[in-house]
Structure formats: structure tokens, C-alpha cells
């Protein structure tokens, strides 16, 4: 999980219980499974013994840090900001624990210290501690500079480079952490540190989890993966996992498993003897998924995945709500009715033929239904079946199987 580490940080953090702190900023209502790397470092640290600080960008939120971006960050008003926070709080509550002594986590807000502060006295006593030529210097600013960048994004690194240097005055936090676009900003804050105050302040930095693409799975990205089930729900939380292939499993495994290195490793080994069991990536969606969501959440998924390939039951696929049941079924062929053509019962062929599209002809439905080849919500149906409200799942879907791989998802409104 070592990108980068400054000299002597490892003999400073063995020296006993060492407050350390990553920041967050609340620019959308949800972390992403991106931040969950540096959540991890702090869930890890916290587990050695240390005290992690979890910072929440209230103030810097404001202004959306250009670490990693092509363009301007599109400026949130302070209600949406609110809310974030407390999503962000509340998300992190998950990880860290605040109640075991000497080491509990701590959450910080740097909108408390900033907004009684004079922009006067924080130009005259902050900024001129780090020069023009010294900011520009960070790649952060560096890739920007030829397409624009506001004073607004290019002053981002001065102030978490205060926030450092007040979390290392107020509670003796020596170390910060950080995904690896955060060096720039992580290192303005040892410099500020030491021409401010002449201390002296460590830093690490972790490798970015990155898509099949290449490109990162920051807040503002498309195709994240959220913690919150709202955004991302579990089913297809749990499913990015399992899908994950077998080097980024071995990889994922490393970062975000809290076992140990020798469960790992024979994990590890016992999956590449039989690799089409996929016995990493099961182990990895649920512990995740688990301590993401909940115990039931991750076994609803898992039983949401036996419906999908073919060993799912009636029973099973009426326990489902509507939202599992379209990520379940997202990308299968669909249609709509009226729920006044099924009010009354609707003759299965008609249904099948004329009225949801699923065979091309009568001729092929009959043969299929005459065969045992057709399935009504996982129960197979005969010629005289007639298709009514009885059959609606969550109030207003109908799933056709027919064979034994080909869905076919109905709407009813």
C-alpha cells in the first residue's frame, strides 16, 4: 500500500502511539470505493496501535481540491455541502472505532477553525510561509497551468497545508497519509510545518485504485462504486467484487482485508490450485460487502446471484425489492405493458407473442411451453397458464426464462 514515504517516517511512527490523519472532502454525499483505499490505511494504522484522524473537509470542501483534475471542480453551495459531511461522517463511523482508549479515532472538521479566521491574518501569517515558485513547482498545479486554473484551486494546497500544521499545534499529529495525487498537497503541509513552526512532520502515500482504463475511482468520475447503497446498491457492490479478475483480487485482497499476511497468502494458494472456483473473490465481496453494508445485506446479494444463474427459486425472487430486482437484471431484454392487459388474466401466448415480444411467433411458444422451456418467475408454466397480478414481482415486474440462460424482464405500469 507504499507509493511514496518520507525518510525516517517508519522509525518515527515505531516510536509509540503517533496521531495520523487523512483528509476527506465532502464533495458528493458518498466516499467511493477509491477512497476506501485510504480508509483502509487508517483502519490499518488504527489496528497497529496508532490514533488515526479522520479530517472532513468542511471549508476545503468549499473549494475542491485540483490534485488529479483536467478541469475547474464545479462549486458546491453549503447546504449540499452539509449534507455531505454528514454522509462522510457517518460512512467513515463504519471503519474506525472512537471508543477504545488511548488510540481512539478522532474526527476533525476543518470548517470549525477556519471560519472564525481572518483571510487577512491567514495570508499575512500562513501564506507567505511557502513561495509562488514552490507551489507552482507541484505537479498538481503544473499539469494545470497551461489550460487555466483559478486562484481559488491553485491556493487548495496552502490550506491543507494549514490543515496539517493545526491538527500538529492542537493534537500533536506528526504524520499525514494520502492517495498518491495527495503528495503535493501532503508535502506543502511538512513545509509549511517546518518554516512556520521549525518542526518537523512525516508523510506516506498509497498507490490510487484505478479502473480497468486506467482511470481513477474519484467522486466526480463516471462508473464509480459507492459505499452508499443508494448510489451503488449492494447486489452490484458485491458483484464488482466478485467479478474482479485474479490479479486485481490478489491486489484488492492485500489492500482491503483486514487478515493477516499468512491468511492471505494461503488464500492466495489455494485459490490459483483450483482458479475457477474463484475463492479470492468470493471472500473478498463478503468481506467487504459485509463490513461495508451488513451481515443480511451481503446474503441477499449472494442469493440475488444464485437467481441470476439459474439456481435462484420462486420463493427466493419474490423476497426481492425493485431495485435488486433491475440490478439483477440490468441489460436483459425488456418491455412494458399496461397493467390493464394483465388485470383480468392474459393468455400466455398472447403474453409471450403479441404483447411482450419474447418469441417471434405463436408456433415457437407453444413448442417451448409444450417442451417445459418456459419459466414465469423462476416456476415453469404449461399453455394454460394464464398471466395476471398473482405474477407480479415487487408490485410490478415479471421475469420469462426461457431455456435455461435467456431472461426476459416485463415491466407492468
Request: with cysteine; glycine share 10%.
Amino acid at each position: 500500500m507504499v507509493h511514496d514515504i518520507m525518510p525516517d517516517t517508519e522509525e518515527h511512527v515505531s516510536k509509540g502511539v503517533t496521531p495520523g490523519y487523512i483528509g476527506f472532502d465532502p464533495t458528493a454525499s458518498s466516499l467511493t470505493v477509491g477512497n476506501l483505499v485510504t480508509v483502509m490505511l487508517l483502519v490499518h494504522y488504527q489496528r497497529a496501535g496508532h490514533k488515526p484522524i479522520a479530517l472532513v473537509g468542511g471549508a476545503t470542501g468549499m473549494i475542491g481540491d485540483p490534485s488529479g483534475k483536467d478541469e475547474e471542480r464545479q462549486l458546491l453551495d453549503l447546504e449540499t455541502l452539509r449534507h455531505n459531511e454528514a454522509c462522510t461522517k457517518k460512512q467513515l463511523e463504519k471503519f474506525l472505532d472512537f471508543d477504545c482508549g488511548e488510540n481512539s479515532a478522532v474526527l476533525v472538521n476543518n470548517f470549525d477553525f477556519y471560519k472564525d479566521m481572518e483571510l487577512f491574518d491567514f495570508f499575512r501569517d500562513i501564506g507567505k510561509h511557502l513561495t509562488v515558485s514552490y507551489m507552482i513547482a507541484k505537479d498538481s498545479v503544473k499539469s494545470r497551468l497551461d489550460g487555466g486554473m483559478s486562484f481559488t484551486e491553485f491556493s487548495y494546497q496552502l490550506f491543507q497545508g494549514y490543515d496539517f500544521l493545526w491538527l500538529y499545534e492542537n493534537m500533536g499529529c506528526t504524520f499525514q497519509m494520502g492517495g498518491s495525487d495527495q503528495w503535493g498537497n501532503i508535502t506543502s503541509g511538512t513545509e509549511l510545518i517546518r518554516r512556520k513552526v521549525g518542526g518537523k512532520a512525516y508523510a506516506l502515500t498509497c498507490p490510487l485504485l484505478t479502473k480497468s482504463d486506467g482511470s481513477k475511482f474519484g467522486k466526480s468520475e463516471d462508473g464509480n462504486i459507492w459505499l452508499d447503497p443508494e448510489r451503488t446498491s449492494p447486489y452490484k457492490f458485491y458483484q464488482f467484487w466478485l467479478n474482479s479478475a485474479d490479479d486485481d483480487a490478489v491486489k484488492y485482497m492485500k489492500i482491503f482485508s483486514t487478515r493477516n499476511k499468512e491468511e492471505i497468502e494461503a488464500l492466495e494458494s489455494k485459490h490459483h490450485q483450483a482458479p475457477h472456483e474463484r475463492l479470492l473473490q468470493k471472500e473478498l465481496a463478503e468481506e467487504i460487502t459485509v463490513r461495508v453494508h451488513s451481515e443480511a445485506e451481503y446474503r441477499a446479494a449472494v442469493q440475488a446471484s444464485e437467481i441470476l444463474f439459474g439456481n435462484g427459486t420462486t420463493e427466493s425472487l419474490k423476497a426481492l425489492d425493485a431495485r435488486s430486482i433491475l440490478d439483477i437484471f440490468d441489460g436483459v431484454p425488456q418491455s412494458t405493458l399496461t397493467s390493464a392487459e394483465v388485470q383480468g388474466g392474459l393468455p400466455i401466448i398472447e403474453f409471450l407473442v403479441a404483447k411482450s415480444g419474447v418469441f417471434s411467433s405463436n408456433g415457437e411458444a407453444k413448442r417451448m411451453l409444450q417442451g417445459g422451456g418456459v419459466s414465469i418467475n423462476k416456476a415453469k408454466v404449461d399453455n394454460g397458464h394464464q398471466v395476471g397480478s398473482d405474477d407480479l414481482l415487487a408490485g410490478k415486474y415479471i421475469l420469462v426464462q426461457k431455456g435455461k440462460k435467456n431472461y426476459h424482464l416485463v415491466t407492468v405500469e
